[in-house]
DNA sequence: CGACAGCTTGATAAGGATCAAGTAGCGTGG
DNA sequence: CCACGCTACTTGATCCTTATCAAGCTGTCG
């Protein structure tokens, strides 16, 4: 089965799944750049579209009431964020770096999801991972000392950059610490830490060197 | 569009979705009886079925190297639980109390999820849901002090009881450490300082009223 | 060079964990 | 019916990790 949408301004297919169950699909989706630190929806903004990553970090986060904020994910190339249930964003979504995203608009495409056996699927799948990652960010979150949740930090992002070795921080340690529910002072403290303990290297405040991956993988399960 | 599939030996129609909107499905279900503190399958066991509680409670959970253990999430009457992603069940699910529970296969299942509408949105519609809970459940790890997490987890317990003064628990202080990743002596000193404040009584240690419920919220945003 | 933002480091305090005793409730058996 | 033993829960004392407050450092940009 193949569904075209109508074409809007910028026509970008659909690059989310594998090509090779999603090749008649094409949807309209608007390409937007977007500066570090700026917003791109607010918390109970009406959910209109969902975004892809083109490039550059987003995080998506809540704010408490009493001013602090919690990151629930970061974005990174390739991935899909803003896709909600209900009417509304349930979460910000913000810039980390310099940005560009491709927005898709969310209507229509719901139907869609189940007239094709293929498109459904990817849906349902990332749906299931998305379940899976806020799963494992619980785990972390409840349990983990601080020297745990930095090192599966790490290692999550050693990962999702594709580098072995060196990790490229897009973020700041304040988004480090919302991320991991800790504060900025402790994120820095356990960093230093580490390098201390020769299991990573700083070469500087937002490069890191994974010199002891065994080391690492040792404070968690 | 109506689907039955082969009748097991205890047939039972799929309850867990608004009536008018998948009358015609059937599905084959086994009801299972589980007694408190039994196992209904490990983490990393093929997951071959998923489940619906018909009564009792039932705690999905993961456990660390270290022993200790984290519950993802407690489930009750009418909620589903245990279906997964991939192949194999992620976490482990037990019974909290004596449970009663349907056992519905999942092969079969996925495809029929895409052959009608009204399932495959029941279905995304839950996936959604999941997240949104998980979520909600990371923010309260990550942020929260330990009256935050108590107060939220008696809201959450009242509103899912339908009771809205009194609250029956039916997980132990040990459950109840491990869904909020504190210890079983915070939870009760947790507990007795929040009755000492007036907020709460305890007629009994797994009953709780709720006295001042607006106290309550106003530990959290 | 100075100003600024982001990061690091130090001193101290608070909240929760841990270790250690109790106490209450409940089923069992006498 | 009560004594017993068991388990779950509560409470107390102390320790440890992390938060908080405060200062200094580093790199960048004008």
């Not at 690059?15 to 169950?21: L, S």
């Not at 349930?90 to 498109?119: N, P």
């Not at 000392?145 to 990790?167: D, H, M, N, P, Y």
Request: with cysteine.
């Amino acid at each position: 089965m193949s569904v075209s949408l109508s074409v809007a301004a910028n026509h970008v297919p659909l690059p989310w799944a594998p090509p090779a169950e999603v090749d008649g699909f094409e949807l309209s989706g608007v390409v937007m750049h977007i500066a570090a630190e700026r917003q791109i929806y607010a918390e109970g903004d009406e959910a209109r579209c969902f975004y892809k990553v083109v490039s550059g970090v987003v995080r998506t986060c809540r704010f408490l009431n009493d001013g602090r904020r919690q990151i629930d994910a970061f974005h990174m190339e390739g991935e899909v964020f803003g896709f909600e249930a209900g009417a509304d964003h349930r979460m910000a979504a913000e810039a980390v770096s310099d940005c560009t995203v491709i927005a898709y608009r969310r209507r229509g495409l719901e139907t869609m999801v189940f007239q094709d056996d293929r498109l459904g699927r990817w849906f349902f799948s990332h749906a299931m991972t998305c379940i899976e990652q806020a799963r494992e960010h619980s785990l972390l979150l409840g349990r983990g000392s601080a020297a745990q949740k930095i090192s599966a930090f790490l290692l999550e992002f050693a990962r999702r950059e594709g580098c072995e070795c060196t990790v490229e921080l897009a973020m700041s340690r304040q988004d480090i610490a919302d991320y991991l529910g800790l504060t900025i002072e402790t994120v820095s403290r356990t960093l230093s830490q580490l390098e201390r303990d020769g299991v990573i290297a700083l070469p500087s405040a937002r490069r890191v060197a994974l010199k002891d991956r065994r080391a690492l993988k040792g404070f968690n399960a």
